[in-house]
């Protein structure tokens, strides 16, 4: 069985920066591709951005492009989501997610974190 905690997440202001991370533990999947989605109150749950095992494919919801980047320390089994100039609307609860390949799919990741909450305020 595979373990992924969330962390980092916090009340920031509009227009700061955030990282959250990720960190799997126990059963570890071969080579697995990372996702982070986000759930706002009242909203479904949505893609943010993805990345392989190597690192060298990355995607990003159009949302959150040229604000957000997606990074991994394989050695270190932890996955990063570095959030630059916040905005109101990004206010969700994070999620990581792990699976077998790169997708905006969530239902094709076969392993997710408790989550954590991410709030901006305007």
């Known amino acids: 069985q595979v373990q992924l905690v969330e962390s980092g997440g916090g009340l920031v202001q509009a227009g700061d920066s955030l990282r959250v991370s990720c960190t799997a533990s126990?059963?570890?999947?071969?080579?697995?591709?990372m996702g982070w989605f986000r759930q706002a109150p009242g909203k479904e749950r949505e893609f943010v951005a993805t990345?392989?095992?190597?690192?060298?494919?990355?995607a990003y919801a159009d949302s959150v492009k040229g604000r957000f980047t997606i990074s991994r320390d394989n050695a270190k089994n932890t996955t990063f989501l570095q959030m630059n100039s916040l905005k109101s609307e990004d206010t969700a609860v994070y999620y990581c997610?792990?699976?077998?390949?790169?997708?905006?799919?969530?239902?094709?990741?076969?392993?997710w974190g408790q989550g954590t909450q991410v709030t901006v305020s305007s």
């Open positions: 990345i392989s095992w190597s690192g060298g494919i990355t």
């Open positions: 126990g059963r570890t999947l071969s080579r697995p591709a």
């Open positions: 997610a792990a699976g077998p390949v790169v997708t905006r799919t969530a239902r094709d990741y076969a392993y």
